[in-house]
């Protein structure tokens, strides 16, 4: 591991001017890309004292060796060169976005004599125009295979195209009308150029125009009496329609535009983008990433406009549309926007939708950025070796004996020293083992105090396990203590020893768990805390934390089961924060005993229902007449009142810093 202060440059020699900076490790690799407005201030921030930088920052200064950098005369021109650095040296530290496949895109070879009309992927070429991209390939053969009888193009390889040529017949596409011919002659390369513009433009969002036309052809037709060719042009609306249908309307202006939406984690970040053609969604891609650096969303959206939009063909500027829909501007948006507006030739703007379809339609991206991150951590947590490298991971950063195969979370939750509770979760064998998950709601611990409620949990978890482990040997077998109930034949709860205890917390939890552990006598089970703030793995004793890598398996599994433990926890609590608000306020409701009101928190599930019910709905529940439904209305009117009028601090989650709102 490197010291900074080797390589730091020389005082006064970073000029202030814009440019782009690399560092390098101690073999030479590029290991980190940057740019920066004025590199002096930029890079003079890497080189403070450790302890000021983040994690990541820091681990990427004390690899590096080197540092170098290169004047540009603008910030485009920066952005520029950083995208080309970042895609020519692949450098680790720098989030790099990829998906895992290549999507297909609808091409057409406008720059051929004979325009073709094909589906590929891959690289883009020049000459040809760009549609998409879209999910699936069999869907553009659909839509082009309906589009061709509209508009009879070619769509053959070149060596069909010459063999028909050669023997002066066209190809079945010919015959039955989905080609236009023109490798016989039956059309001119003019004519066969107009029906490639209009297929161009109906695919680029001008529609409505080939559908009117469409329509006067047809009625002139019947008119005339020419019923073949008025049923031919029916057909032919028939299958725009057809085509039209399968790619609804999601903006009514027929704007042209990108929409991006992310879900990020401490550990990796999933993007989706929603391409916008004519106002109709045309394709949609998405990419799942390690978070190597510490980048808001702002940076976040930056680094994949940079690796989306930076190797764009100039020529092909219809891939970059008017308009980028994003969650955050990005901190350099203006020189974002000229570099988009250069390779594409026109004005790019890059908002953030606040409000009308824009917006809704970002929400629809966000979920599915969400449920992709989701699928990816369920595909991530299935695998098998991932989960041995993980558990093999965390048995080496914490020096263990034996490979953690149980692994138990805790997790305190409360509001302002209110209906404290915890929470505690098992893993095995690196998946979640629900059945084994178990709540508690901290009894000897007054008021706001995380500690001594870690405490408290732990000694009553781990007593339960010597009383269970006890009885279990008064019945043992040559085989050991039996850790199934002789009785019931169910597993004894708390009867299993986890191989490792995880506190949500840092050195204060570890410090009392490790106490509470001590107390009962317990010494060969392993302690650690896992902060969330920085994903700082804590060992008791010691003064400086475990830092694992982020790309590391075994960190990505600490950080699900603390989350995990996290989510039990809350909603444990919120549970009980509702049932004893609604106990409350319905005390002073005249003959409405304890069994009635635990009926009414069950039908309505929670106090948001209930405030939202009308005095008709509550009389529905049973045991509740008309009027104590009435009665039960007015309390909770009165409640919400003396609510609103009295001050009050924010409701907040003292144990993770969440701010709950009443209406959970």
């Not at 790019?348 to 970002?362: H, M, T």
């Not at 020293?417 to 009894?443: N, P, Q």
């Not at 709860?493 to 191989?499: D, G, V």
């Not at 010494?523 to 805390?529: A, F």
Request: with cysteine; glycine share 8%.
């Amino acid at each position: 591991m490197a010291n900074p202060s080797t390589y730091r440059p020389a005082p006064g020699s970073i000029p202030t001017k814009p440019g782009v900076y690399r560092f390098r490790d101690a073999k030479g690799r590029v290991i980190y890309v940057g740019k920066a407005k004025s590199l002096r201030p930029r890079l003079s921030s890497y080189f403070q004292d450790i302890g000021n930088l983040h994690p990541r920052t820091a681990s990427m200064v004390t690899t590096g060796a080197s540092v170098e950098w290169t004047v540009v005369d603008t910030e485009v021109e920066a952005l520029q060169l950083e995208y080309s650095w970042i895609k020519e040296f692949d450098p680790r530290f720098n989030v790099k976005y990829r998906d895992d496949k290549s999507y297909p895109w609808l091409a057409v070879t406008v720059g051929d004599e004979f325009p073709r009309v094909m589906v590929g992927r891959g690289a883009k070429r020049k000459g040809t125009r760009y549609f998409g991209p879209y999910s699936h390939a069999w869907a553009i053969r659909e839509t082009v295979d309906l589009l061709l009888r509209v508009f009879p193009m070619r769509s053959c390889s070149n060596g069909v195209f010459k063999r028909s040529a050669q023997i002066g017949r066209p190809c079945l596409l010919g015959y039955i009308d989905k080609c236009s011919a023109p490798c016989v002659g039956s059309v001119t390369p003019e004519e066969h150029r107009e029906i490639v513009d209009d297929f161009c433009d109906f695919m680029a969002g001008s529609t409505t125009a080939f559908t009117k036309r469409l329509e006067r052809e047809m009625y002139a037709a019947s008119e005339a009496l020419d019923f073949e060719k008025a049923a031919r042009l029916r057909d032919d609306l028939g299958a725009l329609t057809k085509a039209l249908e399968k790619q609804a309307v999601v903006l009514g202006d027929g704007t042209d535009a990108d929409v991006i939406a992310l879900a990020e984690d401490p550990l990796e970040v999933a993007v989706q983008i929603f391409y916008v053609r004519g106002g109709r969604i045309r394709g949609q891609r998405g990419w799942v990433a390690d978070r190597s650096d510490d980048s808001d969303t702002a940076g976040l959206v930056q680094e994949f406009l940079l690796q989306l939009y930076g190797g764009a063909d100039p020529d092909a500027g219809d891939t970059i549309p008017r308009e980028v829909l994003v969650p955050a501007l990005p901190p350099d948006h203006t020189v974002m926007e000229e570099l988009l507006t250069e390779r594409r030739g026109s004005r790019v703007a890059i908002r953030v939708p606040q409000r009308g379809d824009k917006r809704d339609l970002q929400e629809t991206v966000a979920s599915n950025a969400a449920q992709a991150l989701a699928l990816h951590k369920t595909k991530r947590a299935s695998d098998l070796t991932t989960r041995n490298r993980a558990l093999e991971e965390i048995q080496q950063a914490l020096a263990l004996d034996e490979v953690p195969l149980r692994i138990e979370c805790y997790d305190v939750s409360n509001l302002q020293g209110t209906e404290v509770v915890a929470s505690m979760v098992v893993f095995e064998d690196g998946l979640s083992r629900k059945s084994e998950y178990r709540r508690f709601v901290i009894r000897g611990v007054d008021g706001q105090n995380d500690v001594a409620s870690m405490h408290e949990v732990i000694t009553r978890r781990f007593k339960r396990l010597l009383d269970e482990q006890a009885r279990s040997e008064t019945v043992s077998t040559d085989s050991g203590p039996m850790l199934v109930d002789p009785e019931t034949g169910r597993p004894r709860k708390f009867a299993y020893a986890p191989s490792l205890v995880v506190v949500d917390g840092g050195p204060p939890q570890v410090a009392a768990a490790q106490q509470a552990l001590a107390e009962l006598g317990v010494t060969d089970i392993p302690v650690c805390g896992l902060a969330k703030r920085l994903e700082e793995v804590w060992l008791p004793g010691e003064e400086d934390p475990v830092i694992m890598a982020r790309t590391s398996e075994g960190l990505y599994l600490l950080q699900r089961i603390r989350d995990e433990a996290h989510r039990f926890a809350i909603n444990h609590h919120r549970g009980r924060r509702s049932k004893s608000m609604v106990e409350s306020m319905l005390d002073d409701v005249p003959g409405l005993g304890e069994v009635r009101r635990k009926t009414l928190l069950k039908h309505f599930g929670s106090l948001k229902k209930l405030r939202e019910a009308d005095p008709e709905a509550i009389a529905l529940v049973p045991g509740i007449g008309p009027r104590t439904a009435s009665a039960i209305k007015e309390a909770v009117a009165k409640a919400d009142a003396t609510r609103k009028t009295a001050p009050r601090e924010p409701a907040v989650n003292t144990a993770t810093g969440e701010i709950i709102s009443d209406d959970d």
